[in-house]
């Protein structure tokens, strides 16, 4: 990523709409976790325009089934804030490594881009940049097709979420977990690099037992950038 | 502070959390508009990047059943040799989904 073409960080709707139809398959399973999530939700009490309303606004699914476990006949608002804070954190990281890209944009399409920022969108238009494709239109368009499928599936959760019987014996659980890892595998690859990650990996552990719940993703990518940028790749 | 739940105070809570959800989704594109992007800075953000995955995925790896350990293996190894995500997840979810038959 040395050098920034300006043509990598284009919108326009043809490429946001070839973005929407590359992440439509993942899109796919996200609609079986909003099935799972919107039966959880039922079953914890929350009335059906709150948990449509929760899915279209807040979008972020492991977020949302922590507030979840905090959901009574009273929420109290601090740790409700700090875990939805704390889980939530990612995004920050992930603005920042898509600034390079997106400050070339005008600051209305730039905040209204990261509106739809989250796992799966960024890791594939991260990949498009790294390789020197443009991957404005996968984050814009990818982000609209997991946002409009996790609500498809939000809804569909309220009224059929009893008929997935047991969504773990399937491995619909791993989805997720198999993407991200497969955009980790399908990176760049170098001694460096793989050195940075067991630094991240490590500290991400180490937080995980000793540290606050959910700081681990933040703790663990901190040290992995940072090591990153005291140890530079030599410039080419 | 609590909130009670019936009525309006859902709908305030479920604000409250999307707010929180937008700040960290503007807060790092912000913050760095004040960051000259040097190439010390790159080379933070490109190191950064696939840490947050692996920081991410290790806990998950760690913790997880023996199916959800296979699996991942099963998605690394497919996708470095094909290359191609969606064999690679497809691959991870088939083991996953074979050993808890068992």
Known sequence: MSDVNPPLHELNPHNVWTGFKQLVP??????????????????????????????????????????????GAQVALLPLVITVFAINARHLLMGATLYPWLRHLPPAKRYGVML?????????????FSRGEPGMGLLFGGGLAIWSFWILGTWLGLYFGSAIQDPMSLGLDMVMSCFLLAMV???????????????????????????????????????????????????? | MSIETPGLGALIIILIM?????????????????????????????????SVLVALLTPLALNGDNGARLGLLATAITMLLLKKP??????????TALFRQL
């Open chain 1, 26 to 71: 993942l899109s796919l399973f996200v609609v079986v976790f909003g099935v799972a999530f919107g039966l959880a939700a039922t079953q914890t009490g929350l009335d059906n325009p709150s948990i449509i309303a929760m899915s279209a606004l807040v979008f972020a699914g492991a977020s949302q089934f922590a507030s979840l476990e905090l959901w």
């Open chain 1, 116 to 128: 739809l920022v989250s796992d799966a969108n960024w890791a594939m238009s991260m990949q498009a």
């Open chain 1, 185 to 236: 595998a399908g990176g760049d690859k170098s001694l460096r690099l793989l050195i940075i990650w067991i630094v991240a990996a490590v500290a991400a552990l180490l937080a995980y037992w000793y540290l606050p719940a959910n700081s681990h993703v933040v703790v663990g990518a901190l040290a992995g950038g940072i090591l990153g940028a005291l140890w530079m790749e030599n410039k080419r």
């Open chain 2, 18 to 50: 999307a707010a929180v959800t937008l700040a960290t989704r503007w807060g790092g594109v912000w913050v760095m508009s004040f960051v000259p992007i040097s190439y010390r800075v790159q080379q933070f953000i490109s190191a950064m990047s696939g």
């Open chain 2, 86 to 95: 969606l064999p690679a997840i497809a691959a991870g979810i088939v083991v």
